[in-house]
């Protein structure tokens, strides 16, 4: 089962421009499933059901509560941001939560809870995108505490371990991260682990998401960092939900234009009983 997760700058830059890219990466990916970050919609038109319509996948969608602060920053009331999921599988069930944040950072971020049926066993699948500011370390501690026990409310009932994606805004050593992996320090939710897909990378594969290699994210002047994941619980009964293989995608130009200011990450998950 392929998984990604990836960023897409929402309308942001030459959004037209990078629409075509994002779609070529993913076309070229054939994911499964996809956890998808600063997605737009506008005017009755919607990104994720736009690339779920091209790809032949099912979507979930869950706009920001508060999107008025992104809309300023690009002049344009009418256009709404959110986390979205694209997926082989049908969604039966899914749920939206808003993370917790102070007034000054409040800008309407979410987790999106999506439970996808495949033939074989349900997946607990998560999306989301944590606050960015850079000293905001304590404000992601506490939105992997509420998603961590969001997790925890949908994993049951099958034997596919939940995988959770997103835009963590956070280093890979970083507190949030540690604390919502529960290996490196104690857990949320006693007795939760979900493992860094990266922990299963190849060590000397290009590992940033967020790089001065993209000229995007160069004008910034932030050191190159992974703060994109894929996170997944321990291997089912029978190894359902290993990580065989992961590694970085869309860190390149497609016909010159750049798809987003962030890299993905892409997955290789066992779930052999339903031929992926």
């Not at 808003?98 to 309407?108: I, R, T, V």
């Not at 959770?164 to 490196?184: C, L, Q």
């Not at 321990?234 to 987003?260: L, M, N, Q």
Request: aromatic content about 10%; charged content about 20%.
């Amino acid at each position: 089962m392929r998984v990604v997760t990836w960023n897409l700058w929402w309308r942001f830059g030459p959004w037209e421009a990078r629409q075509k890219a994002i779609l070529e990466v993913l076309r070229d990916l054939r994911p499964d499933v996809v956890g998808l970050q600063e997605v737009w919609a506008a005017g009755g038109e919607n990104q994720a059901e736009w690339l779920a319509e091209e790809l032949g996948l099912h979507w979930a969608w869950a706009p920001s509560p508060s999107p008025e602060r992104w809309r300023r920053r690009i002049g344009d009331p009418t256009v709404d941001i959110g986390n979205a999921v694209l997926t082989r599988w049908p969604v039966v069930d899914q749920e939206v939560l808003e993370l917790p944040a102070p007034a000054d950072l409040a800008d309407g971020r979410t987790a999106l809870y999506a439970r996808l049926a495949t033939p074989a066993y349900d997946i607990p699948f998560f999306t989301t995108h944590l606050t960015s500011a850079l000293h905001a370390s304590a404000v992601r501690c506490r939105q992997v505490t509420a998603l961590a026990e969001m997790v925890a409310r949908h994993r049951g009932g099958t034997p596919f371990p939940p995988v959770v994606t997103g835009d963590f805004n956070a280093w890979p050593d970083s507190d949030a991260v540690r604390r919502f992996g529960g290996y490196k320090t104690e857990p949320v939710v006693p007795g939760q682990v979900l493992y860094d897909a990266w922990e299963y990378a190849d060590p000397a594969a290009p590992a940033a998401t967020w790089t001065p290699e993209n000229p995007y994210a160069a004008r910034v002047l932030e050191p190159a960092v992974r703060i994109d994941y894929i996170h997944v619980g321990p291997p089912g009964p029978v190894g359902e939900g290993h990580v065989r293989h992961v590694r970085r995608a869309g860190d390149g130009p497609v016909d010159g234009v750049w798809a987003s200011d962030h890299a993905a990450v892409v997955a290789d998950l066992a779930a052999d009983e339903i031929g992926a």
